[in-house]
């Protein structure tokens, strides 16, 4: 069985850092596009960054840019979501995804409707809060 699953999740505190974590099973990671999304309340979902492993070619969305960082690892066959200096408007539920390689990889981002993409995790909540 093809999955994803999300990890990670949970509230912060404005200012705070989380880690997400996405597992692969039944599939491996490599030479997919991976894409994180993030869906606010009443919100349309969005992408926040996406990535290729064999180009490099990486995105992230203006508002998480210098904040977020992707980042694979091969061998556990998990991508990662780094999150720092958490803001209230950052509060949703995050997916990950995975689809064919797409050039440029932004091209995945901005298409976040849940039928644009083959695989997606069922969504972590993230909370950002005082």
């Known amino acids: 069985q093809l999955q994803l699953v999300e990890s990670g999740g949970g509230l912060v505190q404005p200012g705070g850092s989380l880690r997400l974590s996405c597992a692969a099973s039944?599939?491996?990671?490599?030479?997919?596009?991976i894409g994180w999304f993030r869906q606010a309340p009443g919100q349309e979902r969005e992408g926040v960054s996406c990535s290729v492993s064999n180009t490099g070619d990486t995105f992230y969305a203006d508002s998480v840019q210098g904040r977020f960082t992707i980042s694979r690892d091969y061998a556990k066959n998990t991508v990662y979501l780094e999150m720092n200096d958490l803001k209230p408007e950052d509060t949703a539920v995050y997916y990950c995804?995975?689809?064919?390689?797409?050039?440029?990889?932004?091209?995945?981002?901005?298409?976040?409707?849940?039928?644009?993409?083959?695989?997606w995790g069922q969504g972590i909540r993230v909370t950002v809060s005082s």
């Open positions: 039944g599939f491996t990671l490599d030479g997919y596009a």
């Open positions: 995804a995975a689809d064919l390689p797409v050039v440029p990889v932004q091209a995945m981002c901005t298409n976040p409707h849940p039928d644009n993409h083959a695989y």
